[in-house]
């Protein structure tokens, strides 16, 4: 990390974020990372997890929850969310950024992107039904 003094600790929390496909939450990463640092704070991981997401290096999803969610995969791509187990899923599908070109047709604004998430029920939950 350019021009940033290095720490054991947010290596550490990036490096568990990068292992992970479920989009864990601040609670998540501090319970694991717990494990190999014992003394560090719920604090000092919230403001690794905010540094890295504000740096580009993380994804910080707002999925309605009333949680962050964070995910090491940066490049664009969707996630769905189960509304029985609360699954946060990556979507494999084609991109639709033609989205941002079509909206702002209808606005007079500038449009710079988009967040977008689907939500129902996930493989296993359909299965238990």
Do not use: W
Request: charge should be negative; include cysteine; glycine fraction near 6%.
């Amino acid at each position: 990390m350019a021009g940033l003094k290095y720490s054991r600790q947010r290596e550490a929390i990036l490096q568990f974020l990068m292992t992970r496909k479920d989009h864990p939450t601040a609670d998540v990463v501090y319970a694991n990372i717990r494990e190999e640092f014992p003394n560090i704070s719920l604090g000092t991981v919230y403001r690794n997890l905010t540094l890295l997401s504000d740096r580009g290096q993380l994804l910080r999803l707002h999925l309605g929850d009333g949680v962050d969610h964070f995910d090491a995969d940066t490049s664009p791509h969707y996630h769905f969310v189960c509304e029985r187990c609360h699954a946060v899923l990556d979507l494999e599908m084609p991109d639709i950024d033609s989205i941002d070109k079509l909206a702002g047709a209808h606005f007079a604004g500038k449009i710079k992107g988009h967040c977008t998430h689907f939500y129902g029920l996930c493989p296993s939950c359909v299965k238990a039904e």
